[in-house]
């Protein structure tokens, strides 16, 4: 089991920044990828960026340039930096942790940016 605490989302006007953390415990050793993902009202959840257990990374291309992740394996938290933020941003975030056998997600925590 694996158990994931999402914080740091908030309010912000447009061209703001955020920085979500992501905190995994539990059986940690089984994590192989971990991401972020979105889900705004209406619509599907969409993957935002995700980062390999070796740091390599990857981007949604409505994100690539503006956030950042990244991962402390001793602290066991993942990070989305999130720069430059629009109003199409506004969304709950979802923290995910890949195991061999199926995935985590965390509690979701809102982002609202405002023009």
């Known amino acids: 089991q694996v158990q994931l605490v999402e914080s740091g989302g908030g309010a912000v006007q447009a061209g703001g920044s955020l920085r979500l953390s992501c905190a995994a415990s539990?059986?940690?050793?089984?994590?192989?990828?971990m991401g972020w993902y979105r889900q705004a009202p209406g619509k599907q959840r969409e993957l935002v960026a995700v980062i390999t257990s070796g740091g390599s990374t990857n981007y949604a291309g409505s994100v690539k340039g503006r956030f950042t992740i990244s991962r402390d394996n001793a602290k066991n938290t993942v990070y989305l930096q999130m720069n430059s933020l629009k109003p199409e941003d506004t969304a709950v975030y979802y923290c995910?942790?890949?195991?061999?056998?199926?995935?985590?997600w965390g509690q979701g925590t809102q982002v609202t940016v405002s023009s």
């Open positions: 539990g059986s940690i050793f089984s994590i192989n990828i």
């Open positions: 995910n942790a890949a195991v061999l056998s199926g995935s985590y």
